[in-house]
Every structure is written in C-alpha cells, then in structure tokens.
C-alpha cells in the first residue's frame, strides 16, 4: 500500500465516515483530508455536513448538487430499459455509485489527490460498484475502504467517535442502515435481517404504508417521447421535476415498496426493503407504452437486453462497453415509445388504465368484435395448419416411441 499524502473521502456527514476522517489521518501518518459529499436527492442537510467535515480536521469539503445529470444520464436510460434487478429493485443505490465514482476521481485530480476512500463494508455491492467505477476512470488511483479494512462496527466506531471528539448525531439511526436519493431509499440491517419479519411501518418516509394510504384513487397521465418522460398531467417538466412529482403522489398513495431478498454479488444473501414511488410507476408506465408501440418481436426480445442491462449496474460493471452497447440498443428500441399512459394510483398498487400513442401497433378495426372490422378471419385457417404443423407430427409419432 503506498502511502496516502491527500485522500478525497467520500463523506455523507454519518457517524462511520466522521469517524473515517480521523482515522485515516491517525493511520496513514498525517495525510491531507479532502470530503466530498453529493446531493442526489437525499433530502438532508448537507451545508452541516461540510461544516462539521471542517469541524473535524478536512482541508476543504466539498458539497457538489449532482441531481440534474443523475437524473438526465443515469434515471433516463434505467425507465427505457426498464431496470429492475431480480424483477423488483429498481437500482436507486446502484445507479448513484458510478456518478459518485465519476465526481471521485475528477476532484482527486483537480485536489492533486492521489487517494479515494469510502465507507463500504466488505459484505456489499457498493465497495465493487465504487472500485471497478474508480479503477475504470483512473487505474492508478489508491483505493482505501476503512470500515472494510479495521473491521469496523457500530459500537466500536460509537466508542471511537466518543474518544475522538467526534460529535454524535442526534438521532443515531442505529436500527437501521440507510440510502437514499431520488431515485428511491434502501432500508436494511436490524429487526430486517429477519427475512420472515414483517418490516415495521415506521420505517418509510417515502410511501405510506398501504393501509393509511387515502381511499380516492389519484390518476395521473405521464407523456414519454422515445422513452423519455416529458410530462405529468400534460405539465411538461424536467426528469428531476417529474420524479419529485411522483415521488410525492405515489408515494402518498403508498406505491414503491418493495420488500426482497436478493442475491449479492459476493455470494450473499440478503433482505432489503426499497421505497420507489417514481421509478415503480415510470417503469410501469414505460413497458406498457413500450409494449404497446413495439411488436411482438421486440416485446419478446427486449426484456433480455433489459435484464442484462439492470444486472451490469447492479455488479458494479456500468463502465464495461456492454453496458454501453445495451444501451444503444435500448435506446433505438424506444424510437418510438411516444404518447401518454393514464395510471392510476390506489393504496399500493400503480395501474395502468389506459395509453395513447401515433405509434401504436395497435388498430381498433381489426381487433373489434363489432361488426365492419377489417381483419379477413379465412387467413386464421391456413395460419393454423402451418403453424402447428410440426406440432401435429411429433404428436403422431409420439406413438411410435
Ligand atoms: N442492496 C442494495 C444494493 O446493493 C442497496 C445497498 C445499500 N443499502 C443500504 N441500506 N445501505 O444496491
């Protein structure tokens, strides 16, 4: 290991990473603290988390508002390719680490920085996420993971933080572990670890729990142009505005909440509960006007692409080309997901009930049951027989065996 001289420490102003700030220092003889903390959507007061970054010895702390392009380069493409990990999680920690990484590096060169640390454990994704995202942009960057390193946990870094005049917060938020921005929250750790526990429902700030959601359903209509949102009740609005907006509104009528066990990429199991109002009722909205526009070849094919594309960001690989190439795939696929889908939102579930395109392979006409529709049923009789045709055979020499 060389010898950090100045570290950029990734820093969410929390009792693990206070304690990192003057630790590492302690450890590596001296070296020069340089923090970054991001404002993804988190909704937490980020001007103390400077200050106290000061307070505690850090040469310069930076807080830098990253919302528009998380928003712009990371949530856009995860709606067009309707990203879910294991069919339920939509990403909301994933996605925000290679920005983070991205940011990382680029302070480390303009600080002369030779060194990056961060929080993780050794248990998770995001310490994969975070260093194949930093070695991807710099390879030679220093990479130090304290609380991975020192074995680090809650009642020794309490103990620590007491010994090293690092104030406590005030609510030590100890039951639980947290992340969130504004793509969603991830709650793990305590009476969670149960998988057979049913998650209390003072956890959420996010969605309500179902049961004290309103009675009144609340429809809202979202505009997409190729796969973009641009509009909510026909209100146009920037990505940022629009996951706000459904944050808000599914939120209340308790969408988003995801109870899973997933499948690590160290191995482990583990039992998370996520809160995602926006992205659970963007990508529902999504893969129906998708559906709808595409045909039945590509709503065959996509989803494999779009499965692939949710488990790279979810290994840590969004800067292998495959990610990119997906992409680009996924974004031609939605040339023409364009038009307006009604969903509505009731005590926990985000319905679609209607979608409206000029591009759907879609025609009334022919689908009708009324009378005057254009579809010639003799054509159905000679499908038939060609279509099972081989199926008919090996039925017939089934017999034989
Ligand atoms: N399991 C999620 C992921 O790997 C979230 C990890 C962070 N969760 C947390 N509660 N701190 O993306």
Same mark, same amino acid.
């Given at each position: 290991?060389?010898?950090?001289?100045?570290?950029?420490?990734?820093?969410?102003?929390?009792?693990?990473?206070?304690?990192?700030?003057?630790?590492?220092?302690?450890?590596?003889?001296?070296?020069?603290?340089?923090?970054?903390?991001?404002?993804?959507?988190?909704?937490?007061?980020?001007?103390?988390?400077?200050?106290?970054?000061?307070?505690?010895?850090?040469?310069?702390?930076?807080?830098?508002?990253?919302?528009?392009?998380?928003?712009?380069?990371?949530?856009?493409?995860?709606?067009?390719?309707?990203?879910?990990?294991?069919?339920?999680?939509?990403?909301?920690?994933?996605?925000?680490?290679?920005?983070?990484?991205?940011?990382?590096?680029?302070?480390?060169?303009?600080?002369?920085?030779?060194?990056?640390?961060?929080?993780?454990?050794?248990?998770?994704?995001?310490?994969?996420?975070?260093?194949?995202?930093?070695?991807?942009?710099?390879?030679?960057?220093?990479?130090?993971?304290?609380?991975?390193?020192?074995?680090?946990?809650?009642?020794?870094?309490?103990?620590?933080?007491?010994?090293?005049?690092?104030?406590?917060?005030?609510?030590?938020?100890?039951?639980?572990?947290?992340?969130?921005?504004?793509?969603?929250?991830?709650?793990?750790?305590?009476?969670?670890?149960?998988?057979?526990?049913?998650?209390?429902?003072?956890?959420?700030?996010?969605?309500?729990?179902?049961?004290?959601?309103?009675?009144?359903?609340?429809?809202?209509?979202?505009?997409?142009?190729?796969?973009?949102?641009?509009?909510? *009740?026909?209100?146009?609005? /920037?990505?940022?505005?629009? &996951? +706000? @907006?459904? !944050? $808000? =509104?599914?939120?209340?009528?308790?969408?988003?909440?995801?109870?899973?066990?997933?499948?690590?990429?160290?191995?482990?199991?583990?039992?998370?509960?996520?809160?995602?109002?926006?992205?659970?009722?963007?990508?529902?909205?999504?893969?129906?006007?998708?559906?709808?526009?595409?045909?039945?070849?590509?709503?065959?094919?996509?989803?494999?692409?779009?499965?692939?594309?949710?488990?790279?960001?979810?290994?840590?690989?969004?800067? *292998?080309?495959?990610?990119? /190439?997906?992409?680009?795939? &996924? +974004? @031609?696929? !939605? $040339? =023409?997901?364009?038009?307006?889908?009604?969903?509505?939102?009731?005590?926990?579930?985000?319905?679609?009930?209607?979608?409206?395109?000029?591009?759907?392979?879609?025609?009334?006409?022919?689908?009708?049951?009324?009378?005057?529709?254009?579809?010639?049923?003799?054509?159905?009789?000679?499908?038939?027989?060609?279509?099972?045709?081989?199926?008919?055979?090996?039925?017939?020499?089934?017999?034989?065996?």
């Amino acid at each position: 290991m060389v010898q950090p001289k100045r570290v950029v420490l990734l820093y969410s102003g929390g009792l693990d990473t206070s304690c990192m700030l003057k630790w590492i220092p302690q450890k590596y003889d001296g070296c020069e603290m340089v923090t970054l903390t991001l404002d993804m959507g988190q909704g937490e007061d980020l001007e103390f988390a400077k200050q106290k970054a000061l307070d505690l010895g850090a040469i310069e702390a930076h807080v830098i508002d990253v919302r528009e392009e998380f928003a712009n380069r990371f949530l856009i493409p995860a709606v067009q390719a309707n990203a879910l990990y294991q069919q339920q999680y939509p990403l909301a920690t994933a996605l925000a680490r290679y920005l983070i990484a991205e940011v990382a590096v680029d302070l480390a060169h303009r600080t002369g920085s030779d060194t990056i640390a961060h929080g993780c454990t050794g248990k998770g994704n995001d310490q994969v996420r975070f260093e194949v995202g930093i070695r991807s942009l710099d390879p030679d960057m220093n990479i130090i993971a304290p609380i991975r390193e020192w074995d680090l946990m809650r009642d020794d870094a309490i103990i620590y933080a007491k010994e090293n005049d690092i104030p406590l917060p005030d609510q030590l938020n100890k039951d639980y572990s947290v992340d969130a921005n504004l793509w969603g929250r991830s709650i793990e750790s305590g009476v969670l670890e149960d998988p057979n526990h049913e998650p209390p429902s003072d956890i959420y700030t996010m969605a309500q729990p179902p049961e004290q959601a309103p009675d009144q359903a609340d429809y809202v209509t979202i505009t997409f142009e190729k796969g973009v949102p641009t509009a909510v *009740d026909q209100q146009p609005m /920037s990505m940022i505005q629009i &996951v +706000e @907006t459904l !944050n $808000e =509104r599914a939120g209340k009528a308790g969408v988003g909440i995801i109870d899973m066990v997933e499948d690590r990429v160290v191995g482990l199991k583990s039992r998370e509960i996520y809160e995602a109002p926006a992205a659970v009722t963007l990508i529902t909205a999504h893969r129906d006007l998708e559906r709808f526009t595409s045909t039945i070849h590509q709503n065959e094919f996509k989803p494999m692409i779009d499965q692939r594309w949710g488990e790279l960001i979810y290994k840590g690989l969004w800067f *292998d080309p495959l990610r990119e /190439s997906l992409q680009a795939f &996924v +974004e @031609t696929a !939605n $040339e =023409r997901v364009t038009g307006t889908v009604k969903v509505k939102l009731y005590k926990g579930h985000a319905q679609v009930v209607g979608r409206e395109s000029e591009f759907g392979i879609y025609d009334e006409n022919l689908i009708t049951y009324q009378s005057g529709h254009t579809f010639n049923q003799e054509d159905a009789v000679g499908f038939i027989q060609l279509w099972g045709l081989s199926t008919v055979i090996a039925q017939k020499s089934k017999e034989k065996v």
